[in-house]
Each structure stands twice: as structure tokens, then as C-alpha cells.
């Protein structure tokens, strides 16, 4: 089984159609995208990655508020959307869903607000809540968290201790990073700085204590020569994991 989780940036716009070839040459199973949106780019991505065989769907989008960003799944499989009464309480950037796969499998996609929100610690609390009472199948918690861990995901100081302590709890609580624990302590980047031009982990999965040593393959695909924005489809790294 493979799956991706990728933030497009701003629906798509131009890039939409060379998203969607992108994401569907890597024939993935389960795809989850953030900053997806109810306009015709992302709609566009969303036709094509069904005609593709991604045919199962369901999004956060509200079409009164068409270009918020929101979250996709698409699956080979049925989905079925799960609420949860301690899950995070924003309707466009947190989507639970149950994969009827060979193996089933429920996915948890998300899209972290920003600091200067107000919600993101909030927000950050009813995940861990989710992880700590999780009672379900295997599942993979996937998206941007704007978070990483203090010295070793920022390429300059950009995360606090809150977010630094908010992963580290994650993995207290069984369900590892799949990057650290397919490659350690070895230093990647997802997002870049367009002034800076310095990197930061934004973007992770976490994993079930179940599947974590069902994991084949873990990369970052940023689908361009370099990470440079003039280059590449989007300004975050796509995560690919092969189960």
C-alpha cells in the first residue's frame, strides 16, 4: 500500500493539472491533500485523480467558502468519514477517515493553523487527545503540522518548545514520526523560506504502533531538479510511504 500526503499550495492554480499527473505516476493507493480548495483547479485535480482510480472522496471544502483551504482524501477504496467527539474542532483542516482496504486502515489528515491564529495550540491538544484514546484499526495521523523539532527540522530557530514537546509526546505515546523512524536523525526539509531560502520539516507522519514495522519505503518527492518555487509544483515536499 502506498500513500501520499502533500500540501499543493493555494488549490493548485496553474500547476493543477501537472499536480494530478504527478501524484497519479506514482500509482499511490491513499492520497491526503492540504490547502485544497472548492475552486476549479482543485476540482480539476480531484476529477483527474479519479479518473486515475482514485474514485473514492471526500473533502472539507464548504461551497459557500469555496477558496478556504481545506482538506482532500482520495482512495482506491471506500471511505467512510469518522467524527470523534475529541477530534480537533475545525471543519476545513481535519478529516478522519476509514479506509476499507484489504487491510483496513483509517487515515487522519490535517492542515495545523499557523500561531498567529490563536488555534493552533488548541487544535495541537485534541490531536494529541485523539492519539492518546485511539481505540480504532491501524492508522497514519498525516499532513502540514507547522511544527517540527527545536535544532534538528529548522535550518534556523523557527519552532518552539510547545511544538517541539508536541511531537516528542506523539512518539511517548507509540506513534512515531515515519520519517525519524525510517532515517533517524538525518536532516530534511519540506518547506523552504521564499526570503530566507532556509529549510523546515513542516510536514509529517505519524503512525500507529501497529504498522510501524510494516513500513517499506519513506521519501520526500518535491518533483523538480531542486526545491527552488520557480521549479517545483509546490512550495512543501510531498510525503510518499510504502507499506
Given at each position: 500500500m502506498r500513500l501520499i500526503s502533500w500540501n499543493i499550495r493555494a488549490g493548485g492554480g496553474v500547476r493543477a493539472a501537472r499536480i494530478?499527473?504527478?501524484?497519479?505516476?506514482?500509482r499511490p493507493d491513499v492520497v491526503a491533500l492540504s490547502e485544497f480548495r472548492g475552486t476549479e483547479p482543485s476540482l480539476l485535480i480531484a476529477g483527474l485523480l479519479s479518473d486515475a482510480g482514485l474514485t473514492f472522496q471526500r473533502a472539507t471544502i464548504d461551497p459557500l467558502l469555496p477558496a478556504v483551504n481545506s482538506l482532500l482524501v482520495?482512495?482506491?477504496?471506500?471511505?467512510?468519514?469518522?467524527?470523534?467527539?475529541?477530534?480537533?474542532?475545525?471543519?476545513?483542516?481535519?478529516?478522519?477517515?476509514?479506509?476499507?482496504?484489504?487491510?483496513?486502515?483509517?487515515?487522519m489528515a490535517l492542515h495545523i493553523p499557523n500561531r498567529v491564529t490563536g488555534v493552533k495550540y488548541p487544535f495541537m491538544n485534541s490531536v494529541?487527545?485523539?492519539?492518546?484514546?485511539?481505540?480504532?484499526?491501524?492508522?497514519?495521523?498525516?499532513g502540514d503540522?507547522?511544527?517540527?523539532?527545536?535544532?534538528?527540522?529548522?535550518?534556523?530557530?523557527?519552532?518552539?518548545s510547545i511544538e517541539?514537546?508536541?511531537?516528542?509526546?506523539?512518539?511517548?505515546?507509540?506513534?512515531?514520526?515515519?520519517?525519524?523512524?525510517?532515517?533517524?536523525?538525518k536532516r530534511e526539509f519540506t518547506w523552504y523560506s521564499p526570503n530566507g531560502r532556509n529549510g523546515f520539516r513542516l510536514d509529517q507522519m505519524f503512525l500507529h504502533p501497529s504498522i510501524g514495522a510494516k513500513v517499506v519505503k519513506f521519501d520526500h518527492h518535491w518533483f523538480?531538479?531542486?526545491?527552488?518555487?520557480?521549479?517545483?509544483?509546490?512550495?512543501h515536499a510531498a510525503m510518499v510511504i510504502d507499506f
Open positions: 494530478a499527473q504527478a501524484i497519479v505516476d506514482l482520495a482512495s482506491r477504496w471506500p471511505l467512510r468519514v469518522c467524527r470523534l467527539q475529541r477530534a480537533p474542532d475545525n471543519k476545513h483542516r481535519w478529516l478522519h477517515v476509514n479506509v476499507a482496504a484489504p487491510d483496513p486502515l483509517a487515515v494529541v487527545d485523539v492519539v492518546r484514546d485511539w481505540r480504532g484499526p491501524p492508522a497514519v495521523l498525516m503540522t507547522n511544527s517540527g523539532r527545536v535544532g534538528i527540522d529548522e535550518e534556523s530557530p523557527a519552532f518552539n517541539d514537546r508536541w511531537i516528542a509526546t506523539l512518539g511517548e505515546l507509540k506513534w512515531p514520526d515515519a520519517f525519524r523512524l525510517m532515517h533517524r536523525d523538480g531538479a531542486t526545491h527552488e518555487r520557480r521549479e517545483v509544483l509546490s512550495d
